[in-house]
């Protein structure tokens, strides 16, 4: 039953919680404890209700902002005398309660403040601070005013003053006119003996440079950029497709150049509609320059301007406008990025030029048509992957020879397959016809490599040919975070965890604002056992995207990995209530399986036949991975065989996320027979 309604919601989390987890988890585990026992009684005594743990943060609502307000102070105040600090953000908005939970943008916006909060502090909207402007007891000020992610108009942030709290923003001390400050000017005497000491290093490493020489010229710093999302400057906001399409081609182009680290789409996207400064988003992303610009586009008339920033300074290296006709687009790009060479003294040599400018094609209809179909394919749901593949499909009738069409048309399918979103009859022939057809329009290009890698790991099981596939992808694109994941997941398979965790670090630094990125990392982090870093990923994860399930099931993971299997069956359901599906409700089996409760494993399996990915008969997997945990192994064995035979890509992981933890399997003799199927090397 659903209700919506107007409510305060409050997030409280723990400051540091990340670090603690590394240095002491029993001390981490116990200051959880703690932060529950203090928080839940003072929510209850001022009317709240208990939502829900979001990792190491509690969710609440109340029915009244002053409730809320008061009940956020008497939870600092108390908690002043601990170890650990929180920090806390409430927004009054219309939010939707359902099952238990409750949804809607007033919970976004209530877990941003949070995360915009101070440590120690309460953090507040502009509705709330409204709503309590006639409690005299309750003193606020203004602190800042930001746009937050996900969120449109910009928020209007107050702190609460309460006993302990102290301002955000301090005033300056006034100002006479002849500019000094009014403070007690006889407290000179130390500046001078300050500035005295100051002379005297100078005159200490003058002597020390004339007598010893310069010091030696430090490396020349690494060449990186970002691509932000050109703004859309068209009337018409449809035409977002295509500013942010050909801010993508840039990031594309530029991807290719050797020696020139390029941030990921996602990351740089992440950015989007954000008013940050230049120089704060540079050292966020980790690059030395930034692009940024805007279209405006009337008819087939063009007005770009493209802008190069030094993060170092924040000053333009680079600006440019271009009025043109709809039919230069390509020129424009490749002036925009010959620019950007110079302008980083970034040389080519000429079969570098030829594949870093080389064209997929020379339709502009065909070229629109593909970059509509890019900006759904990058929003990653069901039925935008379906959108997507209706405008690679058109671009690819204006022009059949548009190889990358065809390798987004193929990825599009692999994804709507490997989710479970559309059955295998109905996906997979079309996913590896694309795949082929774009290797065989064009193999000079990392995106027909990849379609084909992606084929060949998780449809035919096949390492050792989709290994082959992204070395040839990354010599052609050294900055595509997507085929460092897959290298990655390829060496974890194979055993090689120190090459593997190389891999996830190349991909991270490329692309660390993507949510999926990260999660695909934390697959492989998993596989590895390292556990240190599935906790890192966990925690980044549920930071940049609080409602994404994955970061929940990470942080079940890290749990798992510590046989901590009460905590880890905490956080799987976290994420089984953001994301309801056989993958998640598998996780739970498993782990009661292994704590040897198997009436709690089997409701879990009955659970799991009534999804609507059971009926694609395609998720034999996780079937049998819950059978695994509970020891009953003839049956997951059965499970495991169907798996291969549909090409399930589940299976790959089967020894690196199930046998291991699995005595008994680990001595059946079928198990190894069952990883020679896979290609899988022995135990």
Known sequence: MSNRQLAAIMFTDIVGYTALMGDDDQKAFGILKENRELQKPIIE??????????????????????DAVYAAI?????????????????HLGDVLFENDDVFGDGVNIAARIQSAASPGSIFISEAVNHSISNKKDI???????????????????????????????????????SGRTSSNLRNHKPLIAIASSILLLAIVAFFLYTKLGAPTKPPEPEKSIAVLPFVN???????????????????????????????????????????????????????????????????????????????????????????????????????????????????????EKEAVFKRYTDNVEAYQLYLQGRFYYNKFSPDDFIKAIEYFEAAI???????????????????????????PEKSLPQALKAAQQALQLDGEIAESHLAVGRVKLHYELNIGEALVEYKKAIAINPNSAECHVQLSFCAVLMGNNEEAMKQV?????????????????????????????????????????????????AMGDYFFLLKNYKEAIHEYELALALNYSTYNLSALGITYGLMGEKLKARE??????????????????????????????????????????????????IKTAVIVYIPELKKDPRTNKLLEKIGVPPL
């Open 45 to 66: 005594q001022f009317n709240g209700r208990w939502i829900k743990e979001l990792g190491d943060g509690v969710m609440a609502s109340f029915d009244t902002v002053a």
């Open 74 to 90: 008497k939870i600092q105040e108390s908690n002043a005398t601990k170890e650990f600090q929180l920090r806390i953000g409430i």
């Open 139 to 177: 003193k606020t000020q203004f602190v800042k005013e930001e746009i937050l992610k996900n969120v449109s108009q910009p928020v209007r942030m107050y702190q609460v003053m309460f006993i302990g709290s102290s301002p955000i923003v301090q005033t300056p001390p006034t100002r006479m006119a």
């Open 233 to 351: 400057m068209s009337d018409d906001a449809e035409q977002e497709y295509f500013s942010d399409g050909l801010s993508e081609e840039l990031l594309n182009l530029l991807a290719k150049t050797p020696k020139l680290k390029v941030i990921g789409r996602t990351s740089s996207f992440a950015f989007k509609g954000k008013n940050e400064d230049m120089r704060e988003i540079g050292k966020k992303l980790g690059v030395a320059y930034l692009l940024e610009g805007s279209v405006r586009r009337s008819g087939d008339i063009l007005r770009i301007t493209a802008q190069l920033i030094n993060v170092a300074d924040g000053y333009h290296i680079y600006s440019e406008k271009f009025d043109r006709k709809l039919e230069d687009i390509f020129a424009i790009q490749d002036e925009i990025s010959q620019a950007i060479l110079d302008a980083i003294k970034i040389e080519l040599f000429a079969s």
């Open 397 to 423: 009738a204006v022009d059949s020879t548009y190889a990358i069409a065809y390798a987004g048309k193929s990825f599009c399918y692999m994804n709507l397959w490997s989710w479970n979103w559309l059955p």
């Open 505 to 553: 670090k190349i991909a991270e630094n490329l692309d660390p604002f993507s949510p999926l990125n990260l999660a695909y990392l934390e697959v492989t982090a998993f596989s590895a056992r390292d556990s240190d870093k599935v906790l890192a990923l966990a925690k980044r994860l549920i930071d940049l995207e609080p409602n994404f399930f994955f970061g929940y099931e």
């Open 604 to 653: 879990i399996i009955e659970k799991m036949k009534k999804t609507p990915e059971a009926e694609f008969e395609g998720d034999n997997t996780n079937f049998g991975n819950v059978y695994a945990g509970m020891g009953e192994l003839d049956t997951a064995f059965q499970y495991y065989d169907k798996a291969i035979e549909s090409h399930e890509s589940f299976m790959l992981w």
